[in-house]
């Protein structure tokens, strides 16, 4: 048997009304990259990160483990499992992210933020408030679950007297500046990605890269928030060459993501194709979203590579960056 699509949003959408994610961290967890920044508490503009890298090492291994389960008969007990799911959050036990893992999807904050304050931009953080954007919730389509935990979320910025947020991946990007507006009356929060802040205003460059590349774009960013330049002038600002494949832009295929959560298999084939497509242009992607890297990852040998833009980024604004 597949795996059971009714149960595994069941225990989603439970996990989002009860504790405000699909798949619940840790405030330590949540808020661990920050170490070492001492960004303001709060503030006009903030900081969001809509908790998407730092879940990515949890569903990367539930994912994994949901792939051992698709075709098996274990499947037939996840109703069961909601139902416990309700009481005790089962999605714990079923995902192990390694700490070197965690500190891989922790890093391109870390390089964002850097890369920001390098820009000269000033923003605080919300820490323990920094909640779930509830992204995935809607893109799997669970409208009332994700219309209640997004007027939550709205209603903390609200409280914390926020005007303008940065978002730091196209998901949380999309869902905040073009899907919230239609939930909540009177949306009233500005928000800026980052790229397009950086691209607006680039940091001065320490170090040229003189590397070829070529760009993976999240579906999000291209066809929903015309975040498609952005990057690639990023890119070229530094001294990095870029190599277009035909599927590119608002054309790009899909990086098999979100589906890894409900048909890893599938998942795993949707990505194999882009990646193909991809080094036929360079031996090294370059991408801007935490699922994509995950997918893209999963599937691309070890004589390539996968990098978040950040990395490429920090390394020519503040070599010394760690």
């Known amino acids: 048997m597949p795996v059971p699509i009714g149960n595994t949003l069941g225990i ?8 405000r994610s699909i798949l619940p961290l840790s405030t330590k967890r949540i808020t661990h990259w920050s170490n070492g920044f001492s960004l303001p508490h709060g503030g006009s503009t903030i900081l969001y990160t809509g908790q998407m890298y730092q879940l990515i090492p949890f569903i990367n291994s539930m994912s994994h483990q949901l792939g051992k389960f698709e ?21 714990k036990f079923m995902a192990f992210p390694s700490s070197k893992e965690k500190a891989a999807y922790d890093q391109p904050i870390r390089n964002i933020v850097e890369c920001l304050h390098k820009a000269g931009s000033e923003f605080g953080y919300l820490y323990e408030h920094d909640y779930y954007s509830g992204a995935l919730a809607y893109d799997e389509g669970l409208d ?7 007027k939550f979320v709205y209603n903390v910025w609200k409280e914390h007297n926020v005007k303008t947020l940065i978002t730091i991946d196209p998901h949380t990007t999309n869902i905040v500046r073009s899907i919230y507006p239609h939930y909540i009356e009177d949306f009233d929060i500005e928000v800026k990605n980052y790229m ?24 999000l960013y291209a066809r929903s928030e015309s975040i498609v330049e952005q990057p690639r002038k990023l890119l070229r600002n530094i001294g ?14 899909c990086c098999g993501g979100p589906l890894e959560s409900l ?18 242009c360079a031996s ?3 991408t801007s979203c935490p699922i ?5 990852k999963r599937v691309t040998p070890e004589t390539h590579s996968v990098h978040d833009i950040s990395e490429y980024l920090v390394k020519s604004y503040s070599p010394d960056f760690k």
């Open 12 to 19: 989603f959408s439970d996990n989002i009304v009860r504790r």
């Open 71 to 91: 075709d098996s008969w274990i499947t037939r007990f996840f109703g069961i499992g909601r139902f416990f799911n309700k009481m005790l959050n089962l999605t």
């Open 144 to 150: 009332d679950a994700f219309k209640r935990h997004a």
């Open 196 to 219: 397009e802040i950086l691209a607006e205003n680039p940091p001065p460059v320490v170090q040229h890269l003189h590397e070829t590349v070529t760009v993976h774009d999240p579906c």
């Open 240 to 253: 990095i060459e870029v190599q277009e494949t035909e599927l590119s832009g608002a054309l790009a295929n």
């Open 263 to 280: 048909f890893p298999k599938k998942s795993l084939l949707i990505a194999k194709k882009r990646v193909d497509q991809l080094l036929d």
């Open 284 to 286: 090294t992607i370059i």
């Open 292 to 296: 994509c890297m995950a997918n893209l």
